[in-house]
């Protein structure tokens, strides 16, 4: 197995960094240019693992899709709303996006599809959207486990109408809905109710749609949400320039947190549909000073003799943003209480679990709580190597701690090829700039 070895960073950091294309919006965009009229100009896309299913799915289904890859550009003809193939077997890898958004789109089809991933993806859930298009229309039959790929879809179209999800697992159940929802046959309405998670990517959908020419009526509430998608409504043909990913920044965000100095991501600004790029104001909190304009954030670590303090943070609208904080609580001045993310149980890995597991190794004290953790930073840093669980999210929020604490070794940090091929050698190049 590979491994990276940190090297702590002697003097404050003093970087500018310009990050790839956002994952999940690059996805949303895929899936909305595929279906509309015309061709689309995608720029700025994420070229990873995740954004490769999504491409291959689409090609898949007889969608035509050209990469440029010098200069991260996707070319998409639209199949106008008519998927083209009547029968496929989609290979979706570990991407949640890619399975639960194609599940949708090929509900919108005419024949039979068949759904799966790798062994993580059969335990992570997707009963409620199955539900959803089984009233909707649409025949679904498990391969497996019910409620978890691999999954047979039975498609004919969407009838449209009334869907009640309570609590989905995961948000992207129901922004799989609703990118499909304006070819149903009729109205849709979605109503979320119980818990709800992740509010933030299903603003970055409504977004998405409206750039692509479809309206979206979206209402948000204590303990809810609700959406009207009105049909018919047709994607349209759009050059379409995707953002810097901010879940991505976050890391390069909360460097100077940990190791002093400043550090700028541009191309990101506060105008993002992203609601990670919304983590600097929880640096804020925590002692950093920061500068929000509308294409670049920066962050400013705490002056000479001040520490970072702990805080008490509800993350349930940018749960991505998790491992970053629980890497950054390790250099503050008391616990750190992280709530909100229980979600965060059914992604690549466990990460609280996972989390609780690796950061006991530095030295710290970990309470691993049912939607959330409570850490309290070690009292002396040990030397740890730590795994990865084969998410990108771990290997790279464990970068964090290597810029101060000696002798952290990252296991397989190759798996930050899902969504950021060139992490280490960018967060490399950063810390650079204070050794």
Known sequence: MATHECRPVRAPLDATVELPGSKSITNRALVAAALADGRSLLTGILLADDTGLMIDALRALGIAVTIGEADCVAEVTGCHGFIPADEAELSCGNSGTTIRFCTALVALGHG?????????????????LA????ALGTGVEYQGAEGFPPIRVYANGLSGGTLELHSPESSQMVSALLLAAPYAARDVFIDVTGARHS?????MTAAVMRSFGVEVIEQYEDGGAKFVVAAPQRYRETNYAVEPDASAATYFLAAPAIAGGCVTVDGLGTASIQGDA??????????????????????????????????????????DTVPTLAAVALFADGPTTIRGAANLRVKECDRLAALACEL???????DERPDGLC???????????????????????????????????INDPQCCRKTFPDFFARFERLAATAR
């Open 278 to 319: 919304a983590f600097l104001y929880v640096l804020e909190r925590m002692g950093c000073a920061i500068e929000g304009r509308a294409l670049s954030l920066t962050v400013h670590g705490p002056q000479p003799g001040h520490r970072l303090a702990g805080i008490d943070v509800d993350l349930n609208d940018m749960p």
């Open 112 to 128: 039979r599809f068949l759904l799966d991933g790798v062994a993580r993806m059969r335990e992570r859930p997707i009963g409620a």
């Open 375 to 409: 850490i309290n930073p070690p009292l002396r840093f040990l030397r740890a190597t730590l795994d990865t669980y084969q998410d990108h999210r771990l290997a790279m929020s464990f970068a964090l701690i290597g810029l101060r604490c000696p002798g952290i070794t």
């Open 131 to 134: 539900g959803a298009l089984t």
């Open 199 to 203: 509010v933030g990517y299903l603003k």
């Open 360 to 366: 006991r190794k530095t030295g710290a004290e970990v």
